[in-house]
C-alpha cells in the first residue's frame, strides 16, 4: 500500500516536494487555496504582457548549482546581465545598487561621504546588533540615510530600524560599495531567468504529474493527536506525512500569536513605448521617504517579451496579504517554537512555512534534501 502525503499549499515549495514524493512512489495531495498552482512565482498576463508578482529571477551563489542544474534540465535557463537604479531624489540623480563607489561624486553630499568612509577606513568592522548598526558600520550614516533607512523602514513597517535584529546580514549580498562591473552578481553568482515565454509554469504541471490537487479549498485542522487534515469543506486525510508551506502558527490557530507578516500591492502598467529602461537595466529602487513605493520592474527584460508596447510593475508595501516574514527576533523565535512542536511525521518548508526569506535556490536545496531521506 503506498505511503499518502498531503501537502498545503501548491506553490513552488509545493510543487518540488510532490515531485520528490511521487518519484519515489507516494500517493500526494495537495491543498490549495487559489485556482491555480504555483504561487507566486507563476507567470501572468496582462494584455499580453508576461509578468510574475515580484520578479522571480534565479539568483543565487555557485554553492547553489545543484538547485540550478536540476531546474535547468526542466526550464531552460538563461543568464542575465542586470543593472539596478536607485533613485536619489535629493540630485534627481539614478544610481546603480548596490552602490558603486563612482556614483558617490555625483551627489550634493558626496563631501561628507568621503569623510565618514576614511573615518569606516580606520576604524575597521564593527559587529552590529541591528539593521542600522550594520549599515551605517559599513557605509556611513550619510549614504545609510539616503540609501538603506527609509527603503527599509517602509518595506518592513518599521518606525526604527534598530528593531530589525535578526538576518540583517543578509540584506548585503555583495560589497556594499562596488568598485567593479555595475552589473548585478557578475562573478561567483548565478544570476538567469526562464527562456520559455510563461516562466516557470511548465515547472508546475511537470513537478506535480500524478498527484491529486484539490484547489480552491483551505485546511480548517489538523489534529495532531489523531493524525488528521481536515478542509474546510469537511473532507478528512490520515496522511503518513504532511508537507506545510503555509505559516506555521496557522497549524496550532494561532494559539501562542499570530506571526507577523508584511506584503506588497503590485500595480500594472503598459506604456506605448517598446522600453521604458535604459538597455540592461531591470529595476529602479525607490529609497526616498517621500515615496510609497519601492522598486519598478520592467518585465521585458526578463521574459523578452516582444511588442511595441511595454509593462513595468510598481510595487508598493502592504499590509493587505502575508508575503514576507518579518526580521524580528521575537517573531523569529515564535515561528521556531511553532515548528518545535510538530509531531515528526509533520514537516513545515519554505518561506513561509520556515519562517525565512529563502528564495527558490534555498527551496530546491532543502527539497534535494529531503530527496535523499525519503
Not at 137 to 142: D, E, F, M
Not at 281 to 296: H, L, N
Not at 334 to 342: G, P
Amino acid at each position: 500500500m503506498k505511503k499518502e502525503a498531503v501537502i498545503i499549499g501548491g506553490g513552488f515549495t509545493g510543487c518540488s516536494y510532490a515531485y520528490f514524493l511521487i518519484q519515489k512512489g507516494w500517493k500526494v495531495t495537495i491543498i490549495e487555496k487559489s485556482s491555480i498552482i504555483g504561487g507566486g512565482v507563476r507567470t501572468y498576463y496582462h494584455g499580453g504582457h508576461p509578468f510574475t508578482y515580484g520578479p522571480r529571477h534565479f539568483i543565487a551563489p555557485e554553492s547553489s548549482r545543484p538547485a540550478f542544474d536540476f531546474l535547468n534540465k526542466v526550464i531552460e535557463m538563461r543568464h542575465i546581465d542586470k543593472i539596478n537604479y536607485s533613485y536619489q531624489e535629493q540630485d534627481d540623480y539614478f544610481s546603480t545598487y548596490p552602490l558603486h563607489q563612482d556614483d558617490i561624486k555625483n551627489l550634493s553630499c558626496s563631501s561628507q561621504v568621503f569623510e565618514e568612509l576614511k573615518l569606516l577606513e580606520a576604524a575597521g568592522e564593527t559587529q552590529a546588533k541591528n539593521f542600522e548598526e550594520f549599515w551605517v558600520g559599513r557605509v556611513g550614516k550619510t549614504l545609510y540615510e539616503r540609501y538603506n533607512k527609509y527603503y527599509n523602514m517602509k518595506a518592513w513597517f518599521l518606525d526604527d530600524n534598530r528593531k530589525m535584529d535578526f538576518g540583517f546580514e543578509a540584506t548585503v549580498k555583495r560589497k556594499p560599495l562596488e568598485t567593479g562591473p555595475r552589473y548585478e552578481f557578475h562573478t561567483g553568482w548565478i544570476n538567469a531567468y526562464p527562456i520559455a515565454h510563461d516562466g516557470y509554469n511548465k515547472y508546475f504541471d511537470w513537478s506535480t504529474e500524478g498527484c491529486e490537487i484539490i484547489l480552491n479549498e483551505v485546511v480548517s485542522h489538523v489534529d495532531f493527536e489523531k493524525r488528521k487534515v481536515i478542509l474546510g469543506n469537511g473532507q478528512t486525510f490520515n496522511p503518513d506525512l504532511l508537507v506545510s508551506t503555509i505559516s506555521p502558527d496557522a497549524l496550532f490557530d494561532c494559539d501562542e500569536g499570530e506571526l507577523a507578516y508584511v506584503g506588497r500591492e503590485v500595480f500594472k502598467i503598459v506604456l506605448p513605448i517598446p522600453q521604458a529602461l535604459p538597455d540592461d537595466v531591470y529595476f529602479v529602487y525607490y529609497p526616498g521617504q517621500k515615496e510609497a513605493q519601492t522598486r519598478v520592474t520592467e518585465f521585458k527584460k526578463f521574459t523578452n517579451h516582444q511588442s511595441k508596447n511595454t509593462l513595468i510593475t510598481l510595487e508598493v508595501p502592504s499590509m493587505k496579504n502575508k508575503l514576507y516574514p518579518t526580521l524580528l527576533k521575537p517573531q523569529v523565535d515564535l515561528a521556531d517554537r511553532y515548528i518545535q512542536r510538530l509531531p515528526d511525521w509533520c514537516i513545515s518548508v519554505g518561506r513561509m512555512g520556515k519562517y525565512r526569506y529563502e528564495d527558490i535556490d534555498d527551496i530546491l536545496l532543502d527539497a534535494l534534501k529531503f530527496n535523499d531521506s525519503i
